[in-house]
């Protein structure tokens, strides 16, 4: 009688004749949202990111597209800001926690929502979706490995956290939260790389069909890491990474129960295969054989990217200079700590973006910065400074300052100007060498003698 029941269950279970089982209610409305959010929100993703990928080999200015569509958009986005949400958008800044992003998935979780309603009611004697789940798995598994070799890339050629002079010279205390953790990373290039390269590895297995349920663990835990530190030290990408993270967890929501049962259940599991694309062999063959060749062409524009801001060459007069005297009209200045004028370093490092030359630092006696973009001469010994660059945002502002540089022998320089905030100024440095500060002398060692020093 047992044996009688289950079969007739069974059979009741199945549906369309072709032996298949039908999804759950749940699974079935669960995949129909999944397919119409990240669907969305992939499609949003690679528009976006695909012309900042090919800006950075050279071609096309980038952010021309991007800011046609957001402009479509913004109108939209701005008024449910502001009637629906209550948040002000002051700019269509994306890929950042702005009002602008937070609203943008507020309203892909409404369309999302209401398709998936609708979906639902003309959909719903239908018992599965096996041919639009291989076909969503294949969009989703590129819209997640892109974004994982866009990360990855930026962090095994280390571009996304570079090391940056000023913070030899800034004052912890005036450190941001970002700010300690882009640091602490910076600091140690090799656990950038690693970082980075877990990153790739959870791409690059997303690119084969077998692998996925590996890349899409691998995607949970690395994303997972990112979204805990984006929260806990209040980085700008916490809409950014919970996305990836939530992409990640839909991926993998097709193989939960054969990980649990393979690693706590102590039993054999079963094969999984997953529904092929197309009913040939060979047409099977060749997808697959596109898919690898289209995710490796992906991985080396990320690749070229990072590379060519990487090897961006050292600026002229890379360093970090210390102020021993400065005069304003002819007039010495004393070392005091409320003069809003006198400097106190200046440093010149590599660039935040390919476009700018170099970028330099203006360290003021509270400690303040001022920072710039600009150009150096060394022919002609002029330092013009074209844009001053907004802490924080990076917002350009765009200035006209000329400097004019001389050595007056090894490790010194001075610095004229003719017109800073509307004074003549003469300045002399020293030059500091910045492995002398302990941050970059310390090094690695196995073995420590010394007390314990923080």
Known sequence: MVGAAEKVVAETARSEGSGEPRWQVLTRIGFRFGVCYFGLFGLAGVLGLIPILLHGLGVGSGSGSVLGVLSLARPPIEWTASHVLGLSVTSTQVGSDSAFQWTALFLLLVIASVATTVWSVVDRRRGRYTGLFAWTQVYLRFVLALAMFYFGMAKAIPTQMPFVLNRLVEPYGNFSP????????????????????????????????????????????????????????????????????????????????????????????????????????????????????????????????????WVRPTPELYGIYQVDRFSSEGYARDPLLTDELRWRRVVVDRPFHVSDPVVITIQHMDDSFEMYGGTIDPRKHFIDLHHRITLGTYAETPVRVRLTYWWPGPGRMIIDADDYAGHRIHTSFTQLDPKSFPLLERGFSWVQEQPYNR
Do not use: H
């Open 178 to 309: 970002e700010g300690v953790l882009w640091s602490q990373v910076s600091v140690s290039q090799p656990y950038e790389i690693a970082l980075g390269a877990a990153e790739l590895l959870a791409g690059v297995l997303l690119l084969v069909p077998r692998a996925t349920a590996a890349g899409a663990l691998l995607c949970v835990v690395d994303m997972t890491q990112v979204f805990l530190l984006n929260m806990t030290y209040d980085i700008r990408l916490k809409t950014v990474s919970s996305q990836f993270l939530l992409l990640s967890l839909f991926l993998l929501a097709p193989y939960a129960r054969r990980l649990l049962a393979a690693l706590f259940g102590g039993g054999a599991v079963p094969a999984f295969r997953p529904p092929s694309l197309f009913t040939s062999v060979r047409a099977n063959r060749i997808a697959l054989a596109v898919q690898l060749v289209v995710g490796l062409l992906l991985l080396a524009v990320t690749g070229a990217q990072n590379l060519r801001q």
